[in-house]
């Protein structure tokens, strides 16, 4: 991609410019899942990212709790689309937005303490599934 900003990026992350509309990642697969339009709003970019992942997680790279949040998804075998943004960018996300701000489906799953709640209630499992970021795994009755 001409003219990307370069940011550091953990594994299969995507670092996000919502200002600029530019976008770097260390996984060339991500590249080309997200499509940047430079006249769209921070605000519509993403609502717009949320809607077309499966599991989009909001970071910040310096996050502790956003990188458990990551290694608990790829526990479960999940690769979720990891957004990492700047303070600027987290207050696009809406009021009292925070990272990590997972979204599963396009519905928000909240925090790491929300996620881990749905984990250990086994519901988690079963959304994965539902909107096919999980396959093959047995669902618990």
């Not at 957004?83 to 987290?90: A, C, G, K, Q, S």
């Not at 925070?98 to 790491?112: D, E, M, R």
């Not at 303490?113 to 994965?128: E, K, N, Q």
Request: with cysteine; aromatic share 2%; glycine share 8%.
């Amino acid at each position: 991609m001409q003219g990307v900003q370069r940011r550091r990026c953990s594994n299969d992350a995507v670092g996000l410019d919502l200002s600029t509309a530019t976008a770097t990642t260390s996984s060339s697969a991500a590249t080309a899942s997200l499509s940047i339009d430079e006249a769209e709003p921070a605000e519509a970019r993403i609502q717009r990212l949320i809607s077309e992942h499966p599991v989009i997680i909001f970071s910040r790279s310096s996050c502790c709790m956003c990188h458990v949040m990551k290694k608990l998804l790829g526990t479960i075998g999940v690769h979720p689309t990891v957004i990492e943004l700047d303070d600027d960018e987290i207050r696009s996300l809406g009021d009292g937005a925070s990272t990590p701000s997972a979204f599963i489906g396009g519905s928000p799953v909240g925090g790491l303490d929300s996620l881990f709640a749905l984990h250990l209630s086994g519901r988690l499992i079963p959304m994965l599934v539902a909107v096919g970021a999980l396959y093959n795994h047995p669902i618990p009755s």
